[in-house]
């Protein structure tokens, strides 16, 4: 999607070979059009799979699921990472290990939004080594559910999370697929894949 990978050159900051702040754009400040965009880009992209309900987790990822529940015209449901205390014990939960944080969080679903037959399509704002979308798939499984698709926004395809979810027959949508992070700079993978194939 051109006008992500715009907004990660123009805007994002590349903080190490491994680390991306795109806090400009996605998850502090959210550009609103931009997400429309991303929105209407995961809708068309899943518009096959009679989607019921689009899960993400809070908080990096309600922006851009929002918008593409919008388009979906499907409710939208956000893990918790904290329970509520109104919240009780009536719940799906399922844990993720977050490299960057180096910390596990209980994340929590209410039985209550997600059922048997349900048709879910999970959206994150990134996907590297795949624990965040291990765990949602984890809940919706719990539910009784289905996995209709993941969609994420930023692809660190030089991590492995890809290859882990596949291998488990999910089907990945991801905007933007970085190949590499290195000297301040954010290599695409379509763009290593163009120039191979002109060699």
Do not use: C, W
């Not at 309900?53 to 956000?78: D, R």
């Not at 929590?108 to 765990?135: E, H, M, W």
């Not at 990945?172 to 190949?179: K, Q, T, V």
Request: charge should be negative; charged fraction near 25%.
């Amino acid at each position: 999607m051109e006008a992500l990978k715009k907004a990660i050159q123009e805007r994002g900051n590349v903080l190490s070979d491994h680390v991306l702040k795109v806090d400009s754009f996605l998850n502090h400040q959210v550009d609103v059009e931009l997400m429309s965009a991303i929105g209407a880009e995961f809708a068309k992209r899943f518009a096959d799979e009679r989607i019921t309900k689009v899960l993400t987790i809070e908080s990096s990822g309600i922006a851009p699921s929002f918008m593409a529940a919008h388009h979906l015209e499907s409710p939208l449901i956000f893990a918790r990472k904290k329970k509520s205390l109104t919240m009780n014990d009536n719940v799906y939960l399922s844990q993720v290990y977050s490299f960057t944080k180096q910390e596990t969080n209980d994340i929590t679903v209410s039985k209550d939004f997600l059922q048997p037959g349900d048709r879910v399509l999970i959206i994150d704002d990134f996907l590297a080594n795949g624990q965040a979308a291990k765990g949602l798939i984890d809940i919706v499984e719990q539910a009784g559910a289905s996995v209709s698709g993941i969609g994420i926004v930023i692809e660190k395809s030089f991590q492995n999370g890809r290859q882990l979810l596949e291998e488990q027959g999910y089907r990945i949508e991801s905007l933007a697929r970085i190949d590499a992070l290195s000297d301040g700079q954010v290599r695409f993978k379509e763009d290593r894949l163009s120039t191979t194939s002109t060699n």
